[in-house]
Nanobody, 124 residues
Framework: QVQLVESGGGLVQAGDSLRLSCAASGRTFSNYAMGWFRQAPGKERELVAAISWSGRSTYYADSVKGQFTISRDNAKNTVYLQMNNLKPEDTAVYYC?????????????????WGQGIQVTVSS
């Protein structure tokens, strides 16, 4: 089992930055690929970014390329999502997810473990 706990969300104004953290426990973190997803009100959950076990490979949704950065610190069992120049349309509940594997993974159904989610609200 892997337990995931997100932190760092909150209410910000458009143009501000936030860094989300996801702390993992329970298994060897470096064996797991990680992803950040988000779900806005009335919309389906979507992938935002994904990262391989080593951190060398990353993937971003087109909507956040150049705006968000995913990274990880395997020594701290933590994955991060740096979000810059936030927009009202970035308002959502953000989830981190994990699965065993060496690459990055873009499909929700391929992830085995999920955090409880954290709210990010961007006011205009």
């Amino acid at each position: 089992q892997v337990q995931l706990v997100e932190s760092g969300g909150g209410l910000v104004q458009a143009g501000d930055s936030l860094r989300l953290s996801c702390a993992a426990s329970g298994r060897t973190f470096s064996n797991y690929a990680m992803g950040w997803f988000r779900q806005a009100p009335g919309k389906e959950r979507e992938l935002v970014a994904a990262i391989s076990w080593s951190g060398r490979s990353t993937y971003y949704a087109d909507s956040v390329k150049g705006q968000f950065t995913i990274s990880r610190d395997n020594a701290k069992n933590t994955v991060y999502l740096q979000m810059n120049n936030l927009k009202p349309e970035d308002t959502a509940v953000y989830y981190c997810a994990a699965r065993r594997g060496t690459g990055y993974y873009t499909k929700q159904q391929s992830y085995d473990y999920w955090g409880q989610g954290i709210q990010v609200t961007v006011s205009s």
